[in-house]
């Protein structure tokens, strides 16, 4: 291999990187569009459409009835087509997010010249040359030269860490100041980063939603095949014995005519296949498709990017909520958030601004350390004059002195020697202090005294502090820190502060009855003091673990810490677990984990799913995308590394804690939206089951045509999805205890809503066809007015159907104008099947009907409504 100097030859480099490969890391293959639409029909409702379409296809033949087999297969390929659609799009709006990351460039050393090239074309025994600001692009040893690195990205520690000669750097993490050669050991797959992105490409189990559409299919499914058998033997009873009077010669006729019986075997059989078609909501794979995609570009608006449709859901139907601290909940970045001791602040800014590794463009601070970067911003926004100096030495920070000091000659040769660091080492060393008018006074006994207690104070809060002074008469800077009459110029408190909007994510995300635990690779003290004042930890009941803690407790002692709502269950105290004290009564919630590894992470994920929790998590480091990957439901940072990006479901663009309430609030609306639309769809569709099954052995057929069923379809199917797609987000949901994974999405209330309307509209649509005073008040007009007057009966009660399905109030207008695509969609319904009511002629087998008959119709289909108000009236009691 080539030296540091000279660098790889063109041969050394074709050689190394055919043995060692390249710097790219193998991600998951992007499927295609026609592999993701094949895919999408492993959905379980789409399972359940396909047997029926293909049990229609089996009779289509004998009855004609291809409008119906054609309404099953449009519905089954628009929504597998649309999903795909939609989710493939969102990947695209994704690949397009991680294009930036592809493009970086760095300097190589390569036969003995400085060129630069792509990352991705960096090959083990490079001499890369890395400086401040560069972000390290392969796995190396660091073989000239000194820099401080920023590896919060790997192990979220915000923290520079100096690297000198022989010292390890790492991929992926970024330098923070001075400048060296590394020559690379590793690179693509078998860097760190390389490595935490292979993890990522492990399956997780199946969304919430997924899991309960397949036992609601399993119990559509059954409940069909049994309704379609009862059908079927209630016709074949109904022909062979009613109709025979129960003449036994007679019975024995049909049987000795095989061609008769075979007759009403098919006719039963039709039947049969009438119901199970009649029995499957095949509306509902493209409503939940349509509703996820709608609010998936709503959710954009809000700075909420998708990659995964049925996330969205699932973040409704999370209970319990990882997060990372460093840019989630806090900024991310170092800021001067307090201040004492200060005299003279003109004084101070020229301390700031001259001693210090960083520099200012465009007005923020680059290069040097995050300490560094913070003070010289804070400095410049300090509204004093700045003086012209020049610096004469410098000696540089390092983790062992603990300070930093510049010499410096102003105008008339005057000297100064800025000095700042930890209050512990440079406090002791001060005699003096600055007044309000730059002038040098003793540093008196309260006065250090009182400093101390706020450096105590600010301590107790997380806060890193900075001592700034200066040497007296301009003492040459000392590299060994043997300081002597110092004068201080002012103490500064740095914190990397939280978000504002964190706290209100975090109130907002707590109403919901979701638990939240905060990870860091802070101190315990630090941890818990962020988290206080979060809002994460709220009492003495929220538990604090460093991961050395976690790391002695069992799965079951960590599983029973994890409680979204609060228990009164005997449980081994916080002390306890930690010091094997005896039993308490009180319950311990974690809330923190301080010192955090990656593998604590994938650990807390695997435990609370093995406890049957629907689980959140959040991150923006390469140390986060497994357990991203590995939780229910991942939320990246928009600003994180691109595995977290690929690992997470949805991409928080504005890294915005807050943003994350708000994808929980949409899932949760979305969900509300489907039980709504499967209330709607099933109490229709056990009306016709119940009509037909019925009807069969009262002598009665479904008196609906081909073009009517496929009007009906598309009210159903279609049009009622769009409606219900376009309910908003609302904050109420937000009050609403998360749900179990395993909870059904059939409820009882539902059950009994679908019940009794099928009921109930059953029972109306059985007296409209075998009523006297029907038959004497529309059929004496004619055959085809009654079936008329039935086709608007049938529509007018699906349409006041669907307003006692929109919302479980009793005040069916409740939240209704926040919902215009409704009130559209209905008001167009019933628009078009007037139309089709008075010019729908021989094609729709219609005849105008008089007014007074259709108020009639009208008022009969109403009654829908007060029998739902006296349901949720004793349900609510």
């Known amino acids: 291999m080539g030296n540091d ?9 074709l050689q190394s990187r055919e043995r060692y490969g390249a710097n790219i890391i193998t991600g998951k293959k992007r499927k295609t569009f026609l592999r993701s639409f094949l895919e999408s029909f492993a959905d379980p409702m789409i399972k359940i459409l396909m047997i029926a379409l293909f049990i229609n296809i089996c009779f289509m033949f004998r009855d004609a009835n291809w409008i119906e087999t ?10 597998t087509f649309v999903g795909t659609v939609s989710e493939y799009g969102s990947e695209t709006a994704f690949e397009k997010l991680q294009e930036q990351a592809m493009r970086i460039n760095c300097r190589v050393i390569r036969d003995g010249n400085i060129i630069e090239i792509p990352t991705a074309e960096v090959v083990v025994g490079d001499s890369v040359i890395i400086g401040t600001g560069d972000k390290i692009p392969a796995d190396g040893i660091l073989v000239k030269g000194k820099v401080e690195v920023d590896r919060s990205a790997l192990n979220g520690e915000t923290k520079e860490v100096e690297i000198k000669p022989n010292g390890e750097l790492q991929s992926g993490s970024i330098v923070c100041s001075g400048e060296c050669i590394m020559q690379v050991t590793k690179v693509g797959d078998k860097t760190v980063y390389g490595k935490i992105g292979l993890e990522v490409s492990a399956q997780t189990r199946e969304s919430p939603l997924k899991y309960r559409l397949t036992v609601l299919a399993k119990k559509i499914g059954r409940f069909s095949y049994l309704a379609a058998i009862f059908t079927a033997l209630a016709y074949l009873f109904n022909v062979i014995l009613l109709d025979n009077g129960f003449d036994l010669a007679a019975v024995r006729a049909i049987f000795s005519e095989p061609g008769i019986l075979f007759g009403h075997i098919i006719k039963a059989l039709t039947f049969a296949v009438t119901v199970i078609v009649m029995a499957v909501p095949e509306g509902l794979p493209m409503m939940i498709t349509v509703v996820l995609s709608t609010n998936m570009k709503r959710m954009l608006k809000d700075n909420v990017l998708v990659r995964k449709l049925t996330g969205i859901e699932t973040a409704g139907s999370m209970n319990i909520l990882f997060t990372d601290k ?7 970045k170092l800021e001067v958030n307090s201040g004492f001791g200060i005299g003279n602040k003109e004084f101070l800014k020229n301390a700031l601004y001259y001693n210090t590794s960083a520099n200012m463009s465009d007005g923020a601070a680059i290069g040097g350390n995050a300490t560094d970067r913070a003070l010289l911003e804070y400095a410049i926004k300090i509204n004093s004059t700045l003086k012209r100096m020049k610096k004469v030495k410098t000696v540089p920070f390092s983790s062992t002195s603990k300070f930093m000091a510049t010499e410096c000659v102003g105008q008339g040769g005057v000297r100064y020697t800025f000095i700042k660091g930890a209050p512990e080492k440079i406090l002791p060393h001060c005699t003096g202090c600055y007044d309000a008018h730059g002038e040098v006074r003793p540093l008196d006994i309260a006065e250090r005294r009182r400093i101390e207690r706020e450096i105590q104070t600010a301590s107790e809060k997380a806060v890193r502090l900075i001592a700034v002074a200066a040497a007296d008469t301009g003492d040459p800077a000392s590299e060994d820190g043997r300081f002597k009459n110092l004068n201080l110029a002012g103490v500064l408190g740095l914190r990397d502060e939280i978000r504002k909007e964190a706290i209100k994510g975090v109130r907002a995300v707590h109403k919901a009855g979701i638990q939240t635990v905060m990870l860091t690779g802070d ?7 962020i988290a206080r004042e979060a809002g994460i930890i709220r009492d003495e009941t929220d538990a604090v673990l460093t991961s050395e803690e976690m790391a002695r407790l069992s799965d079951e002692e960590i599983a029973d810490m994890l409680r979204p709502l609060r228990r009164s269950l005997k449980s081994r105290s916080f002390g306890s677990l930690i010091t094997g004290a005896k039993q308490s009564e009180t ?5 923190v984990i301080a010192r955090a590894l990656p593998s604590d992470k994938s650990r807390l994920v695997r435990i609370a799913q093995e406890k049957g929790l629907v689980v959140g998590m959040t991150g923006d480091g390469v140390n986060d995308a497994p357990a991203l990957k590995a939780a229910d439901i991942g939320f990246a940072m928009g600003s994180g590394t691109e595995i977290a990006k690929e690992a997470g479901d949805i991409v928080i663009l504005d890294d915005n804690f807050n943003s994350i309430s708000k994808a929980i609030c949409y899932g949760r609306t979305i969900f509300r939206s489907i039980r709504k639309f499967i209330v709607y769809q099933m109490s229709i569709c056990m009306c016709a089951v119940g009509v037909t099954v019925l009807g069969s052995m009262l002598g009665v057929e479904f008196p609906i045509t081909i073009v009517q069923m496929l009007w009906i379809n598309i009210v159903m199917d279609t ?11 609302r904050d109420e949901y937000m009050s609403v205890p998360p749900k179990p994974r395993d909870e059904p999405i059939m409820t009882r209330e539902m059950f009994s809503q679908i019940a009794i309307t099928g009921i109930y509209t059953t029972v109306l649509c059985l007296f409209f066809l075998k009523s006297d005073i029907i038959q004497r008040l529309f059929v004496s007009y004619g055959e085809t007015y009654a079936m008329t007057a039935f086709f608007a009966l049938f529509m007018f009660t699906a349409i006041f159907t ?16 926040s919902n215009r695509l409704f009130l559209w969609i209905m008001g167009a319904v019933t628009a078009i099947q007037l139309f089709i009511i008075y010019y729908g002629g021989a094609v729709f087998r219609t005849s105008g009907l008089e007014l007074w008959h259709l108020g009639i119709i009208a008022a009969l289909a109403f009654t829908v409504v007060p029998v739902d ?4 009236k004793i349900t609510y009691r």
């Open 70 to 79: 054609a309404g099953i297969a449009a519905a089954v390929l628009l929504a």
């Open 523 to 529: 101190s315990k003290p630090t941890a818990r003091a």
């Open 802 to 817: 669907s307003f006692c399905a929109r919302t479980h109030k009793i005040n069916l207008f409740s939240h209704l104008s």
């Open 5 to 13: 100097r000279h660098g790889l030859s063109k041969l050394q480099v």
């Open 326 to 332: 460093t840019g989630t909940l806090t900024k991310g």
């Open 719 to 729: 049009l009622a999805g769009l409606a219900f797609s376009g309910e908003k987000a």
């Open 869 to 872: 108000m006296i349901r949720k």
């Open 587 to 591: 319950v311990h919630r974690l809330r």
